[in-house]
C-alpha cells in the first residue's frame, strides 16, 4: 500500500503542480510587482505614502466581495475552464496599470484586478484537495506556495532591471513592469485550458490500481470529515472555526503583504543602492522563506503535527518585526526581517491542513473561498494602515509594530481553536519520510 500510495502522489506531484506553481508565480508577481513600481511610480504621479497604500491594498476589497462567489462558480464550471478565465482577465488587468494617470484611475485598475483574480488561490487548495490526501497535504500546499517568496526571490532582480528601462519608447520603468510582467500570464491562460484536467476521473495516466487507491482513500476521508463535522457551504460561512481560521490567515497575510508593498522603498532608504541592488536585497528573505516553507511543511506531514509547526512560525513572526522596528542598522534590520519571513512562510503551508481537515465537497469550496477572503482583507489593512502611520510618524518604526500585533492575534486564534486531526489521520496512513 505504501508503495502504491508514494507512487501515486508522485506522479500527480509531477503532473499538476509545475503548471498550478508557474501560475502562482506569475499571479503573485503580478500583485506584488506594485511593490517595486511605488518609489518611482509615486514620483511621476505625485502619490504619498497614505495614497499609494490604499490604491495597493483596494485590490483585496474586490478580492474579499467576489471570493466565494468565484470558488463556487470554479466547483460548478471546473478548474481548468475558470482558472484560465481569471487569468486571461488579470493578465489583461495587470498591463493595464501601465496606463493609470492619477489616484482615481489607480484605485479603479486595482479594484478591477482584485475582482478578477479573486478566487484563484482558494481554487487551487481546493482543487488539490481533490487529488491529494490529507497525510500529503502540508508538504503539496507548500510546493504550491513555494511560488510565493521565489515569485520575489527570481521577480526583485528582474523588476529592478525593468525599472532601468526609464524613458524607453517614452514609457516610464514602472509602466514596463507592468506591462512585461503581464504577458506570462496571458501565455499561460491557454495552457492551463488545454493541459490542467478538473478531477482524477480525467487522470488517464494512472494505472487502474493508482486510481483506484487514490478514489477509495479520498472518498474515506471524506466520509470521515462528514461524520465529524457535516455542514453545508451556507453553514460553513458562519461557522465559528472557520471565521475564526480567516482572521489567523489576516494574522500572517497583514505582516506578508505590508512587507511585500513597502520593503523595497524601505531598504531604498538605506542610501546608496540603485534598482537592482535593492531588488537583490529585497530578495534575501524571501530566499530564507522559500527554502523553509519546504523543510517545514514536510516536517510537519512526516510528524503529522499541525498546531506546534504554526505556533512557532508566528511566534518567530513576532520577534522579527518587533526586532525590525526598533532596529535601525540595515543588516541587523534585515536580519529580523528574515526571521520574520521565516515565520511567514513557514505559517503559509501547515495553516492550509487547518480548514481541509473539517471541510469537504462545496462546503470547503465556499469555507476555503470564506477563509481566503477574511485573511486577504490582511492585504488591504496592511498597507494602507502602513501607509498611513509611516506618513504621520515620519518612520517605519509603528508600521512595522502594527504589522508584528497582528501576528499576536493569529496566535492567540490558532491556540484557541486546536486542530481537529481525527479526519486526517483515521483515513489516511503515516507519510514515508
Not at 151 to 156: E, H, L
Not at 309 to 315: M, R, S, W
Request: aromatic share 14%; glycine share 10%; charged share 10%.
Amino acid at each position: 500500500m505504501d508503495d502504491i500510495a508514494r507512487r501515486t502522489v508522485s506522479k500527480l506531484s509531477w503532473r499538476l503542480l509545475p503548471l498550478l506553481m508557474v501560475s502562482y508565480f506569475i499571479a503573485y508577481l503580478d500583485r506584488v510587482n506594485l511593490g517595486f513600481a511605488g518609489a518611482s511610480m509615486s514620483r511621476d504621479l505625485g502619490f504619498t505614502s497614505t495614497v499609494f497604500g490604499n490604491a495597493a491594498g483596494i485590490f483585496f476589497v474586490a478580492y474579499f466581495l467576489l471570493e466565494v462567489p468565484s470558488n463556487l462558480a470554479l466547483e460548478r464550471f471546473g478548474a481548468r475552464r475558470w482558472i484560465a478565465r481569471i487569468m486571461l482577465s488579470w493578465g489583461l488587468l495587470s498591463a493595464i496599470q501601465a496606463g493609470v494617470g492619477g489616484a482615481t484611475s489607480f484605485n479603479l485598475v486595482r479594484f478591477l484586478l482584485g475582482a478578477a483574480e479573486a478566487g484563484f488561490f482558494p481554487g487551487v487548495i481546493f482543487y488539490l484537495t481533490l487529488w491529494f490526501p490529507a497525510a500529503y497535504r502540508a508538504r503539496i500546499v507548500g510546493w504550491f506556495m513555494f511560488a510565493v517568496p521565489i515569485s520575489t526571490v527570481i521577480g526583485s532582480p528582474i523588476s529592478g532591471y525593468i525599472l532601468n528601462m526609464e524613458g524607453t519608447m517614452g514609457l516610464h520603468g514602472w509602466q514596463w513592469l507592468f506591462i512585461l510582467e503581464a504577458l506570462p500570464a496571458l501565455v499561460l491562460a491557454g495552457v492551463v485550458l488545454l493541459y490542467l484536467p478538473d478531477g482524477p476521473a480525467e487522470a488517464r495516466w494512472l494505472t487502474n490500481e493508482e486510481r483506484q487507491w487514490l478514489t477509495t482513500t479520498l472518498a474515506a476521508e471524506r466520509r470521515n470529515r462528514e461524520a465529524l463535522h457535516a455542514i453545508s457551504w451556507t453553514q460553513s460561512l458562519r461557522n465559528w472555526r472557520v471565521i475564526a481560521m480567516g482572521f489567523i490567515y489576516m494574522g500572517i497575510t497583514v505582516p506578508l503583504y505590508g512587507l511585500g508593498f513597502f520593503l523595497p522603498q524601505i531598504i531604498k532608504g538605506f542610501g546608496g543602492l540603485g534598482n537592482v541592488e535593492v531588488g537583490f536585497v529585497n530578495a534575501f528573505p524571501y530566499l530564507v522563506g522559500a527554502i523553509a516553507m519546504l523543510f517545514w511543511s514536510r516536517a510537519s506531514d512526516a510528524r503529522r503535527e499541525r498546531k506546534a509547526f504554526l505556533l512557532i512560525p508566528l511566534a518567530c513572526i513576532f520577534v522579527g518585526l518587533v526586532a525590525a522596528a526598533n532596529i535601525a542598522a540595515p543588516v541587523p534590520k534585515m536580519a529580523a526581517v528574515t526571521l520574520a519571513a521565516f515565520g511567514i512562510f513557514s505559517a503559509l503551508p501547515v495553516f492550509w491542513t487547518f480548514p481541509t481537515a473539517i471541510l469537504s465537497g462545496v462546503a470547503a469550496a465556499a469555507g476555503i473561498a470564506w477563509i481566503n477572503a477574511i485573511g486577504n482583507l490582511g492585504g488591504y489593512i496592511g498597507p494602507t494602515i502602513f501607509g498611513l502611520l509611516r506618513d504621520r510618524m515620519g518612520n517605519d518604526v509603528f508600521a512595522v509594530m502594527f504589522l508584528a500585533l497582528l501576528s499576536v492575534l493569529a496566535l492567540v486564534l490558532v491556540l484557541a481553536i486546536g486542530h481537529d486531526a481525527r479526519a486526517e489521520q483515521a483515513a489516511t496512513p503515516a507519510v514515508a519520510h
